[in-house]
């Protein structure tokens, strides 16, 4: 089942990969390319033996990856742990609603190369308007090699900045909802000894879980 071939739903981005989900394990599996699924489109490509024997991944921009995963497909103790630290949030900053588990999904995969510019994270299903009336948080987890992250409120504040490093959580609710942020850079080697990503590719994953 192919998830997603499209171009960006948020402004600055127009990296995807063309990947699938896993049914079985609801994960991000790069090791299935569309070549080799029977439900993508017919690929001229597809006798080539390389490509049957060790499928390639594929990232349209080159050094960044992104899929939307159906939530019934997604590992419910994530969820889980994403309502626990919404809960948490809104403990320690009430404007911050406390809800029940997210409903959308959002991997994306950076190469060491990979970033992502400035933007908002749009609710698909509102108008321009509608989007600064939301106060739902949206939940970022990040896995892999650090990466800086930068916000602001509007786009012409200062920007302020963060370095997340794997098993960081960064939650933006309430007031800040829709605060600009981009991803400017991933920090090489640093994914913590132990978390074997290599099957991916040296990198970073981020994780976002949404109440769209
Ligand atoms: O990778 C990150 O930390 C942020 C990703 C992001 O902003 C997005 O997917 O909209
Ligand atoms: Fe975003």
Same mark, same amino acid.
């Given at each position: 089942m192919c998830i997603e071939h499209c171009?960006?739903?948020?402004?600055g981005v127009h990296s995807f990969y063309d990947g699938e989900v896993s049914r079985e394990l609801g994960y991000f599996d790069p090791a299935i390319s569309p070549a080799s699924s029977s439900t993508s489109a017919a690929s001229s #490509?597809? %006798?080539?033996?390389a490509a049957s024997a060790t499928p390639a991944k594929k990232l349209n921009l080159v050094n960044k990856a992104r899929i939307n995963v159906p939530i019934a497909l997604h590992p419910p103790q994530f969820t889980a742990v994403a309502q626990e630290l919404v809960r948490i949030a809104h403990e320690r900053c009430a404007s911050v609603p406390c809800l029940d588990e997210p409903n959308t999904c959002r991997i994306n995969y950076y190469t060491n190369s990979g970033k992502i510019g400035w933007h908002y994270d749009r609710?698909? #299903?509102? %108008?321009k308007e509608e989007q600064r009336t939301v106060t739902d948080p949206v939940i970022s987890m990040s896995f892999g090699n650090s990466a800086e992250f930068q916000y602001k409120q509007r786009m012409d504040d200062p920007e302020e900045s963060v370095i997340l490093e794997s098993g960081d959580v960064i939650i933006f609710g309430g007031p800040a909802r829709m605060i600009y942020h981009m991803v400017p850079r991933v920090i090489k080697?640093?994914?913590?000894?132990?978390?074997?990503l290599r099957q991916f590719g040296p990198g970073r994953f981020n994780v976002g879980y949404y109440y769209n």
């Open positions: 171009t960006g739903q948020v402004e #490509s597809s %006798s080539t033996p609710v698909p #299903s509102l %108008s080697n640093t994914t913590p000894k132990g978390l074997d």
